[in-house]
T-cell receptor, first 115, second 115 residues
Framework: NAGVTQTPKFQVLKTGQSMTLQCAQD?????MSWYRQDPGMGLRLIHY???????DQGEVPNGYNVSRSTTEDFPLRLLSAAPSQTSVYFC??????????????FGAGSRLTVL | AQKITQTQPGMFVQEKEAVTLDCTYD???????LFWYKQPSSGEMIFLIY????DQQNATEGRYSLNFQKARKSANLVISASQLGDSAMYFC????????????WGAGTKLIIKP
């Protein structure tokens, strides 16, 4: 049971380069999301999806694109990296059915540095 | 205005003592949920405990309990008999009913347990 798998764990980019952070979950979760974590600021939501083919913006979407072609995968694309995108990125997923906690399960995180 | 406030950036506690980590929140939604997550130095996000706004009793999970004071809009995490392995960042987060499953996060408290 892998849970949420993120790749790569570390990445260094030059300003203007593009890249994709991969996220896959094997729990059949409908909800998937991407967060960034910066020092002293907690986690901020970038984009989220409530099912295949459905995505929406979070608090800090600028500079990032997402797509959700399958239930399992939710890649995050940086089209033209900027130093302000240096951060730790977390993918997280949860069930949406029923009421209650619907606890987010997180990936291990991806540390991105943009020079 | 901050929706989730964690007023203690850092805390030092002696091993085996109880710890209270503060969290206050702001919402006008009568239906919401409050979460606590732990982030050790290894970086992963670990779910600890959940409290629903309609739950009659304070949530407990092993050594973790939540001191939920609804009228004061506070949801403090209590760790009994602290251990060295409790040293970590602790984040409080809130999900409102109308938020489409988005979590709003506090800035976190860094807890260090002294031997």
């Amino acid at each position: 049971n892998a849970g949420v798998t993120q790749t790569p764990k570390f990445q260094v980019l030059k300003t203007g380069q593009s890249m994709t952070l991969q996220c896959a979950q094997d729990m059949n979760h409908e909800y998937m999301s991407w967060y960034r974590q910066d020092p002293g600021m907690g986690l901020r939501l970038i984009h989220y999806s409530v099912g295949a083919g459905i995505t929406d913006q979070g608090e800090v979407p600028n500079g990032y694109n997402v797509s959700r072609s399958t239930t399992e995968d939710f890649p995050l694309r940086l089209l033209s990296a900027a130093p302000s995108q240096t951060s730790v990125y977390f993918c997280a997923s949860s069930d949406r059915r029923g009421t209650g906690a619907n606890v987010l399960t997180f990936g291990a995180g991806s540390r991105l540095t943009v020079l | 205005a901050q929706k989730i406030t964690q007023t203690q950036p850092g805390m030092f506690v002696q091993e085996k003592e109880a710890v209270t980590l503060d969290c206050t929140y702001d919402t006008s939604d009568p239906s919401y949920g409050l979460f606590w997550y732990k982030q050790p130095s290894s970086g992963e996000m670990i779910f600890l405990i959940y409290q629903g706004s309609y739950d009659q009793q304070n949530a407990t999970e092993g050594r973790y309990s939540l001191n939920f004071q609804k009228a004061r809009k506070s949801a403090n995490l209590v760790i009994s008999a602290s251990q060295l392995g409790d040293s970590a960042m602790y984040f409080c987060a809130m999900r409102e009913r109308g938020s489409n499953y988005q979590l709003i996060w506090g800035a976190g408290t860094k807890l260090i347990i002294k031997p």
